[in-house]
């Protein structure tokens, strides 16, 4: 089965330290989420692209967090400087836009992030 | 604004004994419910879309079902395989992105 790939799987660092966590989408999928995940609040959509273009990023602290996608096969999210608030699972999802009713979104297993 | 209310959130069963989750919705125009599965340290794992009301998905203990306002997860005979957190998402009209509940999470006692 076709998988979103997230790397790295645990991180830990301190506080200030930048932070880069990266996804491969589904081959083929031309949209990607970058969702957090706390007890709290949930789950948090941080950002979306389409075809690489950035969609949405009004979820995402922009002092100190960008994501990009390099290419079709990559997508980034660096937090930097890093804040021990922003501890959390980053998950991220790809689908196949236009996302009708019947498309779902496909996540990764997720970032384990822990700032000291 | 839209919102997605999951109830209730954990929910202890014995093994054999059926029930169902809730998710209750408001939003401005809905354009599909989604039911997802997530175990822990693992990402949420895709069971099922809603779009109309009265319809409904059946995945072999799992059936979802849909009204103008809810969704209801029903778990028949479940086994303990079938503890997780289940989370339930709206997709709205002119977006792309999912809104998400807080999730139930499922205990099968053997």
């Known amino acids: 089965d076709a998988r979103v790939t997230q790397t790295p799987r645990h991180k830990v660092t301190e506080m200030g330290q930048e932070v880069t966590m990266r996804c491969q989408p589904i081959?083929?999928?031309?949209?990607v989420f970058w969702y957090r995940q706390t007890m709290m609040q949930g789950l948090e959509l941080l950002a979306y692209?389409?075809?690489?273009?950035?969609?949405?990023d009004s979820g995402m602290p922009k002092d100190r967090f960008s994501a990009e996608m390099p290419d079709a096969t990559l997508a980034t999210l660096k937090i930097q400087p890093s804040e021990p608030r922003d501890s959390a699972v980053y998950f991220c999802?790809?689908?196949?836009?236009?996302?009708?009713?019947?498309?779902?979104?496909?996540f990764g297993d997720g970032t384990r992030l822990s700032i000291l | 604004e839209d919102q997605v209310t999951q109830s209730p959130e954990a929910l202890r069963l014995q093994e054999g004994e059926s029930s169902s989750l809730n998710c209750s919705y408001t939003?401005?125009?809905?354009?599909?419910l989604f039911w997802y599965r997530q175990d822990p340290g693992k990402g949420p794992e895709f069971l099922f879309t809603?779009?109309?009301a009265g319809e409904e998905k059946e995945k072999e203990r799992l059936k979802a079902t849909l009204t103008k306002k809810e969704s209801f997860l029903h778990i028949t005979a479940p086994k303990p395989e079938d503890s997780a957190t289940y989370l339930c998402?709206?997709?709205?009209?002119?977006?792309?992105?999912?809104?998400f509940g807080q999730g139930t999470r499922l205990t099968i006692n053997p």
């Open positions: 999802a790809s689908g196949l836009a236009p996302l009708g009713h019947n498309q779902p979104q496909h």
């Open positions: 081959l083929g999928h031309n949209t």
């Open positions: 692209f389409r075809n690489r273009a950035p969609l949405d």
């Open positions: 939003v401005s125009g809905l354009r599909g």
């Open positions: 809603l779009y109309s």
């Open positions: 998402a709206v997709r709205v009209q002119g977006a792309q992105k999912l809104v």
